[in-house]
């Protein structure tokens, strides 16, 4: 079945850029989105589409493609941003299935 | 304002059945689909699988097909997942999610509160 990778965590200071990845091999042709997940709480998209940002998202949310990869990037990271972060794209084999990735947890200290 | 508003916590045995409710508000539920996911705890989202509501096709993830069954009830905006012959490994909370789509699993845009489902003997 299809998987998507993503590296268990990532830290970062206050101010400092995050950059969160995400492989999949159909990532060329399919888009990657993205959600932020704070304990307790449902999670929340922060990217659709590989780059746009729903409205409400902060400017330092963006995402990028580029083959086999996706990438979250925050810039100026703040300790709100700490949080667990998913990538989601759909199964290469079937588009009426989904898959996220294992998720990336985020700590900003 | 899309709504998406879930039933509450369930306590099940091993081998018993449970079926979490999602109603919804705010859009025209026939005009997009709806995913299930869940999360064990301290662990990942997993999606489970994806209804239709305007023609009642699923798709469901290999993991859970024979075991997980998703409905709907148009006249109420109401989606069901029912997850049957529970495991101690199926606690978790389960969340409904709407896509901005029909026919594909494109996108869960918008999310339950979740529910948690304990499997405990």
């Known amino acids: 079945s299809y998987e998507l990778t993503q590296p268990p965590s990532v830290s970062v200071s206050p101010g400092q850029t995050a950059r969160i990845t995400c492989s999949g091999d159909a990532l060329p042709k399919k888009y990657a989105f993205w959600y932020q997940q704070k304990p307790g709480q449902a999670p929340v998209l922060v990217i659709y589409?590989?780059?746009k940002r729903p409205s409400g998202i902060p400017e330092r949310f963006s995402g990028s493609s580029s083959g086999t990869m996706a990438t979250l990037t925050i810039r100026g990271a703040q300790v709100e941003d700490e949080a667990d972060y998913y990538c989601y794209s759909i199964d290469t084999s079937d588009k009426r299935r989904g898959v996220f990735g294992g998720g990336t947890k985020l700590t900003v200290l | 304002q899309v709504q998406l508003v879930q039933s509450g916590a369930e306590v099940k045995k091993p081998g018993a059945s449970v079926k979490v409710s999602c109603k919804t508000s705010?859009?025209?539920?026939?005009?997009?689909?709806m995913h299930w996911v869940r999360q064990a705890p301290g662990q990942g989202l997993e999606w489970m699988g994806w209804?239709?509501?305007?023609?009642?096709?699923?798709s469901y993830a290999q993991k859970f097909q024979g075991r997980v069954t998703m409905t709907r009830d148009t006249s109420m905006s109401t989606a069901y997942m029912e997850v049957s012959r529970l495991r101690s490994d199926d606690t978790a909370v389960y969340y409904c999610?709407?896509?901005?789509?029909?026919?594909?699993?494109?996108?869960?845009?918008?999310w339950g509160q979740g529910t948690l489902v304990t499997v405990s003997s």
């Open positions: 589409e590989d780059s």
């Open positions: 705010g859009y025209t539920f026939t005009a997009y689909c």
């Open positions: 999610a709407k896509d901005v789509k029909l026919e594909v699993a494109y996108n869960p845009w918008s």
């Open positions: 209804i239709n509501p305007n023609s009642g096709v699923t």
